[in-house]
Every structure is written in C-alpha cells, then in structure tokens.
C-alpha cells in the first residue's frame, strides 16, 4: 500500500550501515577504543575558530529576524555576491552573485545541477570509482548512469573508455576531484585532455556536454600543485562546493553551486535550477550558515592532520604489502583488498576490529575504501591489525 | 536541451514573486515606510531568546564534531528522544525517539510523507483554501491532487464533498489547522467529524487512508481551546512539524514528523520515509539546529504582537465593510475581495501600496490573504489605504 519505490529505496540496506551495526556492537563488546573504524568520512578536526566567532558576533550585532529569517530560494544575495567575489580574487574568474546558488550541501547542489538538465533517458557519465549516491541522484533526475571504468593504475582518467562512451544521448559528465573514494587529484595534464576532448565532442556532436564538478574536498590537499579552476578550463561546468568538509561542518548542510556564465542556455539553465530546488522541496540553504559560509569562505580547518594520517598509514600499509595509488588529496586511501572479492577482504578485516568499505559501491571492485579522518592514536593502534591482516593473506591462510 | 520540465517549474512567475518585485520597486519611489507589505509569511517576532543562550552554550560546552557533525538521516537520537518525551508529557501519547523523523522543515516533512505513501495516480485530498506548495509535492511524488472546495462560511471542513471525494484510489487526506491562508483553526467538533468519517471509510473501503497533518503554526494560537494532538485521534495519522513560526527562525530549515506508532505498516512506512528522504537529497536535518530544537522544544517567540494585529486588523476591516471569518491562529486574514475577481482587486490595492496575495493559488476565488506578520506600525500606517479601497467599491468607483 505504501510507496513501492521508497520501500526499496528505504531498504538497500547500505554496507556503511551493516558496518556501522557491527562497530557499535563490537565496540560494546571489546571498548570503543578498540574498534579501528574507517568506514565513514565524517571530519574528524575541529571547525576553524573564526566559525563559532562569528555566530556568536552575529548574534550580537543582528537582528533575530535578519539571521533566521527565510532567503531567497538560491540565497542571500550579500552572501553570493562575497562568495562570487572571493572566487573571482582567487582564480580570476568574472562571476557576480547572480552566479552562485546557495544549497543545503554537495548533494544538493549536485541533485539541482542533475535535474535542471536531466530530460528522461538523458546519459550521465561518471567515471569510477564514483561516490555512491550519484546513482540515486541521476535516476531521480530521470537521467541514466554510464560507468567509465577506473584507471586502476593512477586513478585519473581512461580517456579511450570515455570518448567511446559520448554519443548523442550524452548529457553531462561528472568528476569529483580530489575524489571519493581513491583520494586521487586530477593532474593538469587530465583536465587539459578532458576539456579538450568535451569541447571537440560538443563540436562533433553540436551539442552542449555539461561538466559537473562534485568540489566538496577542493581544499583537502597536499600537493603544492593547484588544483585547476573549472570554470576557467570549459565553458559549460558547474562547480559543486560544500563546505562540509573545509570547515569540518558536514551536518549543517551548507555549500553552493557557482554556474559559469558561459554556459549554454544559461539564464534558462538557471531558472530550470531554481524549479528543480523548489521541485525537490529545498526552500532555501540554512540561513545562518549561509553567512557563516559567506564570512568563513576560503578558510580552512586544520587539515595537517589529514596529511600526518594519510603519510603514516599510507607507509604503514605499503611496508606491509598493501597495493596503494598514493593519494594527494581528500581523506580516504584506497588500496587493493588481497583477494578478489572485497567484501570478503572487509569481512577478514572485522574480525580484526578494522572497519572498511568495499569498492563495489563505488563502482570499483577488488579495492576498499580506508576513510582516514580519524584521531592519529586510531590509525597509531590500528596498525598491528593491518599488518596482520595482510600476513594472513601473504600466507595463504584462512581466518 | 535543459530540462522542459524544470525550467517550467522554475519559470512560473509566482504572483509572490510579481508582487514582491512590485514592493521593492515601490519602495524605491516613495520609501519602504509607505509600502504596506502583508505578502510573505516571515515571522516578524524575534526567536526567544533561549534560541541564542543554547547555541552560546552549546559552542562552549560541546565539542565541534559533535555539534556539527553528520547525524543519521532520521535525526541525532538524543533529539528525537527529547522531542518525543515532550510530546508525551504535553499530549500523554506513548511515542519514543523512533517515531521523530527530523527533518529541513515542513516541506521537507511534508515530502517525505508524500513520498513514502505514493504510488502512480494515488490521490491525495487537501481542502481550499490550502497552502500553495502542496500541489508540487503531491505532484513529485506522483500522486494526484483531489481539492475540496472551501466552505467559506466559517473555512471549516464541507464534509459532505469530502465523503463523496472518498473513494478506493485515496490514499491520503492532507490538513492544516491553524490554517495558511485562512488562519481558521478546526474545532473540537470538526476533529470528531474528521477523523469519524475517516474511521468508517477505512472499514468500508478495506484500506487505510492516512491523515497528514501539516502544522507548522501549532502554536500561533489566539484561543484558550486546547488543540486536539491528531496522534491521539486517528491511528493513521502524521503530525508535520516544523519550527518555523514557533521558534521564529523559518530561514534555518528545521521540523520533525511524528509518526503514530499504530500507522499501518507502521515499520514498511517509516523505511519508506527514510528512502524518501534519501531520494529527495535531504541527507540530514542542520545538526546544530537539530540541538536547538531540542533544547528549545515547548518555547514559543512573543505571539502576543500577532494576536495583537490581528486584533487589530480584523476590527478595522470589518468597521470598513470588509467580510471576513475570524481567525484564531496562524498570521493571516483571509477576507472576501471587493469584486470576484481577486487579482484584480490585489492589484487595485496595490496602487493604495497594499500588498496582498488573491486566494486563487490557495485554491480559493474571490479571497485574499493578508499576512499580519509585520510591525505593528504597518498595521497603522496601513489601515487608511484599506478604508480608503473600500470607498472605492462602495462608491461602485473605478481606481
């Protein structure tokens, strides 16, 4: 009687929450303190002083009314036109306030960017490993996934595989660099080839490709090298930012899309964004947190953290035998599980108090996803199982 | 190329939208003080102010992840216990932490009810006048949309239209008392009718029919009556709450549902919620404001100010010659225009520089709705323009 639909949706039971249930009950069993869970990317540092600084001065110098009253449905216009601004110092870019919608978090604006351009059957290509709920934000769009296979050797792109995939029906493509879950940051090289190639398939096929970029870890990086502005690089990308993860504030929901003034069609892709928020039943991104977003743009909590983490593991596993793409960004390293199947890996891994995530659902089999943002002294205890973990394997032998 | 279907819903220039650009313009001409706007229904009181002390606590007291960090998708489980001790010492039902789902507010609430009980063409029953936004929701979650017309008598329920809507495709009836845009609240009387005639077409029909409630103005109450807690009422009942009015903080996105633990289906449906939830993008209610609401639960901003212009207003009104239901809650008044067609007589009060909305979107001809949400000085200011377009159709004259 009720939804068929939802029913089903309601009951994937995902393997986070399996993991989850198996953590928590384990830890009650054996102490919390010795679990090692890996499994969820939820930030692990402080948000930046300058975030509870400013809710507290602006609680003191504005009106109730002014913090928490309703915006506009894209947003405070004070507050798109400082973060268009910040944009344009930073990466020289010429965009207004007009330009920025303000959303509830990264899969908010992703799910706007999907369905103001989704007609029924339309093809979105997302290349693995991808987070897994592009899936369900494509299918709600009325749009159709195509699964670019990884590039297991480097995690950047298999461009064979990618021009073969565009055809007419091709919609958009979606990146997510640095990404979840391998990590791996675009090089130069790989956006310049990808550019090139979407423009000269747009003139091939005399359409627009649009390119959308999930940014939610644009700034969890430890590479000196800069990550290239999309916006500069092609005309019809949409950048997808939240600030869940540079301001370690993922439960507050707050980020925004920035839509290149070039894109075609543009006023009418924007409005067709704005149907689809009010259409998905957004109202308006949290007002508070709009301004805080709009005064905290560009800083960045403590992220120091992330690259000890990531150095120490990343070493750690390698000096035990893990096969592992050295990640420069985000907060997730994805090595090879030691068996074929990488569930059954995860599973081995419990039994040792490790928690981690197959690949499978990320579109990439045969890895597993080890989420980092995690207090040092996890990672520091966590190693002996790791390294037994994979003794066990370099000996043949069962658990 | 974009999405037809999104770019018509975000292109259907909502008469919201004509005429807040037509209040900006204005104001522009003849200065803000001069423009009589009761357009919007932005609460125009402050939040209490426990709403700043929680948070200034909380910031010192708590520790960031925790306070900002992701939370399950059906809400943090000390809130939704919270919440659920509360509601069971005011209305003595029997509801723990799993029947709270929290939630960005009452849209929100209200779609992810929708969604969870649609399938294809199942219809859903709402009575004129009846908040705008309804009939998206029940469209994206591919239900039809039933409107039994008003009784503008008194904006009770015509019960006689409701029972002969009944039928085996229904598979909810949606209700909003104190109502937006009418401010009528249901009588003790209409509640027994309701839920009695509900009861019976249950049993005739071999179905369950569910009773959403949509009750974000709970309590912006002017009565002593208490209002009946439909949980306690009707088994297949949803409470849709959202903090909104009560709290006076719209722009920050936070409500929860209370499901009756004797829905039927109880546990298939509550999945079906959180599938919903997920379908639509809404992660998680704001974490921070999820602790707000909590803590503030039962606290109510300063309603004597509406009550106040209602009193007002209303009085003036009808010494005009205005006809007009009286309400009891909420923030509005809905009277008769002065000439059927209400757009037309909202836009002759428009040259006056009063801002009104015509009853045509709610589901309502030849009614307007006055939001009363503003300084008590608009009401003031404002109440010689109203005279004044009452002459105008008493003198049978044009403007």
Known sequence: MISKKMLETGSRKSIIRVIFDFGKERAALIGAE?????????????????????????????????????????????????????????????????????TTGATASLRICFSAIANPGDEFIVIAPFFTEYRIGIEQAGGKMVIIPARTKDFQIDFEALEAAINPATKALVINSPNNPSGVVYTRETID??????????????????LVSDEPYREILFTDEKLPYLLNEYDNSMVCYSYSKSLSIPGERIGYIAFSPKLTDYTDLFTAACGS???????????MFQKV?????????????????????YEALISYGYECVKPEGAFYLFPK?????????????????????????FGCKGHVRIAYCVDPMVIERSLPAFKKLAELYKKGQDL
């Open 34 to 102: 010795n679990v090692y869970d890996f499994s969820l990317g939820n930030p692990s540092v402080p948000a930046p002083e300058i975030v509870h600084q400013c809710i507290r001065t602006m609680m003191e110098e504005e009106s109730s009314t002014d913090i928490h009253g309703y915006t506009h449905l894209q947003g405070d216009i004070n507050v798109r036109s400082k973060i268009a601004d910040d944009i344009n110092r930073e990466h020289k870019t010429a965009l207004t306030g007009a330009n920025i919608y303000m």
């Open 193 to 210: 080839q990808l550019t090139a190639l979407l423009r000269r398939k747009q003139e091939e096929l005399q359409q627009p490709i649009y």
């Open 293 to 313: 977003a709009a005064i905290c743009n560009g800083s960045v909590a403590n992220i120091d953290i992330y690259r000890q983490n990531r150095d120490r593991l």
């Open 337 to 361: 599980a030691m068996e074929e199947d990488a569930s059954a890996f995860c599973a081995k891994g419990r039994e040792l108090n490790l928690l981690m995530l197959p690949g499978d659902d």
């Open 277 to 287: 928020a009010r259409y998905l039943g957004y109202v308006n991104a949290p007002s």
